[in-house]
């Protein structure tokens, strides 16, 4: 590689005709985490206890101690994280090949689906309807799915009825198709999962999770900011903690985007 390649992305930084766009939701105790049918466990929320500040129990300094699930706030989902993926080969956060962690990124828009059907599915037509204006997504990209959800707020977020969580997502042919035409690296949404929030009834349940990390693909869930994005031509830092064994993490994610894309 020309050293030349990075030198240019060095003054493009610079000079701001590459923009870093950060598409990260703040920790905070009051972002919601996916709430599962009664009947399993549920993941915690993000919390923070002050050690000091600046006072008798540390006089010059200030900090904290958190405390959160590996699956609260904007976070990243490993193939260790679903049955399926269980038995696979550097399947956790700590054992991930860090060059998982930068790569291109592809937007499929669904916003205006979505702004009026609130359990609106991505499914391989629209992908191939997607791919006709901006060309085939390229293997080892990431696939994100835009639908303004970050938006919301509120009950409106997870959007909770008497029968469980509404909000868009994926059809399972439309992940099989982003994994086994397209060999994609991973699936990611604005939604407090990557599957929609009826997910549960699909067959087989939960289908994103379920294909995405058994065939040792990765996932991001509560993402912001998608509408600053580019269709084609961004490239994603998205780098979890390196928890030993850990099935996912909150991470800051996000995204190099040149000047006349945006
Ligand atoms: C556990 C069970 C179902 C789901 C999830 C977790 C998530 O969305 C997650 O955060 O990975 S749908
Ligand atoms: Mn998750």
């Not at 977020?157 to 994994?179: C, E, K, Q, V, W």
Request: charged content about 20%; overall charge negative; hydrophobic content about 35%.
């Amino acid at each position: 590689m020309s050293e030349t390649i990075l030198s240019d992305l060095a003054k493009a930084l610079g000079d701001q005709s590459i923009k870093v766009i950060d598409l990260t939701h703040t920790l905070d105790p009051d972002f919601p985490v996916i709430i599962l049918p009664p009947e399993f466990n549920q993941c915690a929320r993000f919390r923070m206890e002050e050690i000091s500040a600046y006072d008798h129990r540390g006089p010059a300094w200030k900090w904290h101690n958190i405390t959160l699930s590996e699956h609260t706030g904007t976070h990243f989902d490993a193939p260790a994280h679903w049955i399926s993926g269980r038995d696979l080969p550097n399947n956790s956060v700590d054992t991930i090949n860090p060059a998982n962690f930068v790569g291109p990124v592809m937007v499929i828009d669904c916003s205006e689906g979505s702004a009026t059907n609130e359990d609106f599915e991505l499914t391989p037509e629209l992908i191939l309807a997607w791919e006709e204006e901006h060309g085939e997504i390229p293997k080892d990209s990431w696939v994100l799915m835009r639908t303004d959800w970050s938006k919301k707020t509120g009950a409106d977020y997870l959007n909770m009825r008497d029968d469980g969580p509404h909000s868009p997502g994926p059809t399972p042919d439309a992940i099989r198709f982003l994994i086994h035409e397209r060999n994609i690296r991973g699936f990611g949404t604005e939604t407090v999962g990557t599957d929609a929030g009826q997910g549960s009834h699909y067959t087989p349940p939960y289908p994103a999770h379920f294909y995405l990390h058994g065939a040792g693909k990765f996932g991001l869930q509560c993402l912001a900011n998608l509408d600053l994005l580019p269709p084609r031509g961004a490239i994603l830092l998205a780098a979890p903690l390196k928890i030993k064994d850990g099935t996912g993490s909150p991470l800051r994610v996000m995204a190099l985007v040149q000047g006349n894309d945006i």
